[in-house]
T-cell receptor, first 112, second 112 residues
Framework: EPEVTQTPSHQVTQMGQEVILRCVPI?????FYWYRQILGQKVEFLVS????????KSEIFDDQFSVERPDGSNFTLKIRSTKLEDSAMYFC??????????FGPGTRLTVT | TQLLEQSPQFLSIQEGENLTVYCNSS?????LQWYRQEPGEGPVLLVT?????EVKKLKRLTFQFGDARKDSSLHITAAQPGDTGLYLC????????????FGRGTQLTVWP
């Protein structure tokens, strides 16, 4: 069964460093998303992406964040200068319909 | 203020019992999705409900979307230890690409 994959599974970085989180969405899906979940808290929307453009972003997705689909299979989230409060699980999701979203296993980001 | 309130937050029952968990809001949703999440993993989609009053069944799980599309319930019949997990509801308020708003979840434990 097709699934969303994410790499790395765990990333440790120092405050102020740049990180790139990678996702391979389900192959025939056209809608892509990033969410995050701080430990013990609910899952929160960051950004949605379609046709090489951001469709919607939340207040969390400030100028330090960017997304890109560099080729036909990858979808990336870049955090330019990480802060301690960026520590969280980051989930990529994809959808073929805009209704049902399928989530990847997540990348645990730890900022020290 | 939570857009989606899930109750109860924790539920601990014996194998074979029935249970219902709730997802309530004062807002209308164009669709609502139920996910199950294991520790350290991404949410796994169980079902999407779209029409007010809609009922969907997935083996021993029954999902209902309220007539006014503001609430939903998940009923499990004859719970089994394998049903143990965190159940999340997530609603789409009709944005272009279906940005999801998540509840905090119900942690279900089923004892043998």
């Amino acid at each position: 069964e097709p699934e969303v994959t994410q790499t790395p599974s765990h990333q440790v970085t120092q405050m102020g460093q740049e990180v790139i989180l990678r996702c391979v969405p389900i192959s025939n899906h056209l809608y892509f998303y990033w969410y995050r979940q701080i430990l013990g808290q609910k899952v929160e929307f960051l950004v949605s992406f379609y046709n090489n453009e951001i469709s919607e972003k939340s207040e969390i997705f400030d100028d330090q964040f960017s997304v890109e689909r560099p080729d036909g299979s990858n979808f990336t989230l870049k955090i330019r200068s990480t802060k301690l409060e960026d520590s969280a699980m980051y989930f990529c999701a994809s959808s073929g319909s805009g209704y049902e979203q399928y989530f990847g296993p997540g990348t645990r980001l730890t900022v020290t | 203020t939570q857009l989606l309130e899930q109750s109860p937050q924790f539920l601990s029952i014996q194998e074979g019992e029935n249970l219902t968990v709730y997802c309530n809001s004062s807002s209308v949703f164009s669709s609502l999705q139920w996910y199950r999440q294991e520790p350290g993993e991404g949410p796994v989609l169980l079902v999407t409900v779209v029409t007010g009053g809609e009922v969907k069944k997935l083996k021993r799980l029954t999902f209902q979307f309220g007539d006014a599309r503001k609430d939903s319930s998940l009923h499990i019949t004859a719970a089994q230890p394998g049903d143990t997990g965190l159940y999340l509801c997530a609603g789409d308020r009709g944005s272009t690409l279906g940005r999801l708003y998540f509840g905090r979840g119900t942690q279900l434990t089923v004892w043998p």
